[in-house]
């Protein structure tokens, strides 16, 4: 007989654990030891998640000898790049419409660039043998409200009717779909920043963690950083701090924090994968304002997260935002309407991350202490893959020579910031209660028109 719902699919959460599923593993290397004193170095890299990882790999491929520190205040891949959903996407504007929209006259170049990346992403993994679970697939994007079928296209190529989507993935709730065959590739994130490090540290890479920077300024034509454990000087920094706050004031305005939520299913059985018809290659996005995102992991799991994009008030971080009981239990009733099929599957991880939201929904870019420091920040979601772009960007920046990269609009300009609080409480609460609205009716209301308007907005 089956479980009514107000027990099932909420009930299946009572068995989880408060833990990202990709950390919870006995393949996680054990801490580095920290930065041990005084360090002098050609390039120092702060943040110890994709984007600083990245940085510090592509800076000895390019410069072979090239000496370089990277510390991280926690451990390798315990924030945004270990608690995502695994999703490696060629978009480095958060989606066509967003590109097009804010860099019209450039978007064909970000997207060949975008797509480069990816492969290049693919051919780094299979060079260094990064054992991450790769698998290029490609995206599928479901309408599951009449008025979110036309924005698929349905006169365009990848279009696929209510009938052809749920061969591909069968849901009672799929109007529409759109496949991007080339578009994104899944992964393990965990294992491919634990692969970065290691390929890193052969290269001649020194890793610190648990090693906090407190403060850094230029002097005698270095950049000076003062860490928990010991100074470091530097020829040129590359900061990677993600939404965390960093030294420099000139980007505390530019990004707020927003938790995302996820969560993992128990392993599936044949069957209940066969019933699904599912390509565990294929990456899942619904069409809403407020949307999910869902994959199969290596181990057959169902990962499946967002929904819910959660701004706590003064910009607030904190370990009591992670467990948030009223949105896992959203997630497990979306869970069930989608997949009844799968009736009675337990949960058995929920967690959330925090993610650097700008008001142009992805990085942005600039430098410091007389261009000695470079940063990138503001991936709003979506750095899995745009955080090996910005790490190229970054560097491009500190060499001080004009690339294809530095050379672009989107690249020069920064976003237009957020406004202290009350204003951006009030702001983001107007606007996720607007998006809902639009995402239950299909029309944008006078807020959202305006935001689009200053080319302001919010998303997850």
Excluded: K
Aim: include cysteine; charged fraction near 25%; charge should be positive.
């Amino acid at each position: 007989m089956p479980v009514p719902e107000r027990s099932w699919p909420v009930s299946a959460l009572e068995g989880s654990v408060l833990r990202p599923l990709w950390l919870d593993s006995p393949a996680r290397p054990q801490p580095r030891p920290g930065l041990p004193g005084d360090v002098e170095t050609d390039l120092l890299v702060v943040g110890g998640g994709f984007t600083g990882l990245w940085a510090a790999l592509r800076a000895v491929e390019r410069d072979p000898g090239r000496r370089v520190v990277l510390v991280e205040a926690d451990r390798i891949g315990e924030h945004a790049t270990g608690r995502n959903g695994g999703f490696c996407e060629a978009s480095l504007t958060h989606g066509e419409a967003n590109g097009r929209a804010r860099w019209p006259g450039e978007y064909d170049t970000l997207h060949a660039l975008g797509l480069r990346n990816l492969d290049e992403i693919e051919e780094t993994v299979a060079r260094y043998g990064i054992d991450c679970g790769l698998r290029r697939g490609g995206a599928l994007q479901v309408a599951t409200r009449p008025h979110e079928v036309e924005a698929l296209e349905p006169d365009r190529p990848g279009f696929l009717d209510a009938a052809a989507v749920r061969r591909v993935l069968d849901s009672p709730s799929y109007l529409a779909g759109r496949l991007s065959p080339d578009e994104c590739a899944v992964l393990d994130p965990a294992r491919l920043a634990w692969g970065l490090a290691d390929a890193a540290e052969r290269q001649g890479v020194r890793i610190a963690e648990h090693t906090r920077l407190t403060a850094l300024r230029r002097r005698r034509g270095r950049v000076e950083a003062a860490t928990s454990t010991g100074t470091v000087r530097a020829r040129n920094v590359v900061l990677a701090t993600n939404v965390f706050p960093g030294p420099l004031r000139r980007t505390r305005w530019s990004v707020v924090p927003v938790y995302d939520y996820v969560l993992a299913t128990e392993p599936l059985t044949d069957a209940q994968l066969a019933s699904l018809g599912w390509d565990p290659a294929i990456g899942v996005a619904d069409s809403g304002n407020r949307f999910h995102y869902y994959r199969v992991t290596p181990d057959r799991r169902i990962l499946w997260g967002g929904y819910d994009a959660v701004y706590h008030y003064g910009r607030s971080i904190r370990s009591q935002h992670d467990d948030r009981r009223a949105t896992f239990e959203t997630l497990a009733r979306n869970f069930g309407r989608t997949f009844p099929q799968l009736d009675g599957i337990g949960f058995t991880h929920r967690w959330s991350g925090v993610i650097d939201t700008s008001t142009r929904f992805c990085a942005f870019y600039g430098r410091a202490h007389g261009g000695r420091t470079a940063y990138a920040l503001g991936f709003t979601g979506l750095g899995v893959g745009a955080s090996r772009f910005a790490a190229e960007v970054m560097l491009d920046l500190l060499s001080g020579r004009e690339t294809e990269r530095t050379r672009l609009e989107m690249v020069r300009r920064r976003p237009v910031p957020f406004p202290p609080e009350p204003l951006a409480w009030l702001g983001v609460r107007a606007t996720t209660w607007s998006l809902a609205r639009e995402d239950r009716t299909g029309r944008r209301n006078a807020w959202l028109r305006l935001l689009d308007r200053w080319g302001l907005g919010f998303d997850s």
